[in-house]
Antibody, heavy 121, light 107 residues
Framework: QVQLQESGPGLVKPSQTLSLTCTVS??????????WTWIRQHPGKGLEWIGY???????YYNPSLKSQVTISVDTSKNQFYLKLTSVTAADTAVYYC?????????????WGQGTLVTVSS | DIVMTQSPVTLSVSPGERATLSCRAS??????LAWYQQKPGQAPRLLIY???TRATGIPARFSGSGSGTEFTLTISSLQSEDFALYYC?????????FGGGTKVEIK
């Protein structure tokens, strides 16, 4: 079973860039048909899909966040990354990395534990 | 975007009773609907996909039904470990969207 682990700063200042890493173990990030995904959850709220990257580098972002988001991948390190620019308090959330369940499907059975990022001065 | 609406927001149920959770889509998502369970401090866990297929290791007391715009998650006999938040997610169109959640609490 693949495992995912988020890492990165827990506190980011307003207007700065939030940067997170997801490290994948127990499987290759270069597997065909898998979308390496970021999802966030605002405190006490529901889930928001941010975007995904395919191992070839192809990406798709939530249009509501597209101007802020960049997702990238390093297959040699089995990691993928999230960058969110010009953050505000509204970007305070638990950020999860996840992988879809099966080839081409877009429901998620593998999740990281989540990392809380607080935007505050 | 497809808007997913879950009801009720909170469901109070006694252990051993049946729980029925609803999820409505603002447009048809066919059977491209998943359910997740989330406990405090944990990531969501996939319960159901394809509207009615249980994910690996999910007990048979969890069942899903529906298609198009109306979906139901039923927990046939609530166990103590089932008291949690439940989310639906559509994967019919990009961007993927989730419902606001239903909290199943002990009555």
């Amino acid at each position: 079973q693949v495992q995912l682990q988020e890492s990165g700063p827990g506190l980011v200042k307003p207007s700065q860039t939030l940067s997170l890493t997801c490290t994948v173990s127990g499987g290759s990030i270069s597997g065909d048909g898998y979308y390496w995904t970021w999802i966030r959850q605002h405190p006490g709220k529901g889930l928001e899909w941010i975007g995904y990257i395919y191992y070839t580098g192809g990406t798709y972002y939530n249009p509501s966040l597209k101007s802020q988001v960049t997702i990238s991948v390093d297959t040699s390190k089995n990691q993928f990354y999230l960058k969110l620019t010009s953050v505000t308090a509204a970007d305070t959330a638990v950020y999860y990395c996840a992988r879809n369940s099966d080839y081409g499907e877009t429901h998620f059975d593998s999740w990281g534990q989540g990392t809380l990022v607080t935007v505050s001065s | 975007d497809i808007v997913m609406t879950q009801s009720p927001v909170t469901l109070s149920v006694s252990p051993g009773e049946r729980a029925t959770l609803s999820c409505r889509a603002s447009q048809s998502v066919s059977s491209n609907l998943a359910w997740y369970q989330q406990k405090p401090g944990q990531a969501p866990r996939l319960l159901i996909y394809g509207a009615s297929t249980r994910a690996t290791g999910i007990p048979a007391r969890f069942s899903g039904s529906g298609s198009g715009t109306e979906f139901t998650l039923t927990i046939s006999s609530l166990q103590s470990e089932d008291f949690a938040l439940y989310y639906c997610q559509e994967y019919h169109r990009w961007p993927l969207t989730f419902g606001g959640g239903t909290k199943v609490e002990i009555k």
